[in-house]
Nanobody
Framework: QVQLVESGGGLVQAGGSLRLSCAAS????????MGWFRQAPGQEREFVAA????????NYADSVKGRFTISRDNAKNAVYLQMNSLKPEDTAVYYC?????????????????WGQGTQVTVSS
């Protein structure tokens, strides 16, 4: 029902910024919970941020709180992740994901649809 495509990744120096986008197609996007996750080599996929359907509720991993901001534009069927003050530890493939309900939006297993991922590399 939903297809997700991430974009905006790239190479940036420590302290710099990137803005990731996730374009969605399909039915009922406006009622989804959307999440951003990331996965580094040899690591399990970890939660980064989530946002409810209206944009009125957000949740962040402690490691990115105060540096990253998740937002959505339902008129454009899009979700964004603004990443500031980037650190080498932020280097990973970043994925967006969608679900219509979640008991805990921080868990990978709660999401039904995933994008293909976009690489973010932070150099020092």
């Amino acid at each position: 029902q939903v297809q997700l495509v991430e974009s905006g990744g790239g190479l940036v120096q420590a302290g710099g910024s990137l803005r990731l986008s996730c374009a969605a197609s399909g039915r009922s996007f406006s009622r989804t919970i959307m999440g951003w996750f990331r996965q580094a080599p040899g690591q399990e996929r970890e939660f980064v941020a989530a946002i409810n359907w209206s944009g009125g509720s957000t949740n962040y991993a402690d490691s990115v709180k105060g540096r990253f901001t998740i937002s959505r534009d339902n008129a454009k069927n899009a979700v964004y992740l603004q990443m500031n003050s980037l650190k080498p530890e932020d280097t990973a493939v970043y994925y967006c994901a969608a679900t219509w309900r979640a008991s805990n939006a921080r868990l990978v297993g709660e999401y039904d649809y995933w994008g293909q991922g976009t690489q973010v590399t932070v150099s020092s």
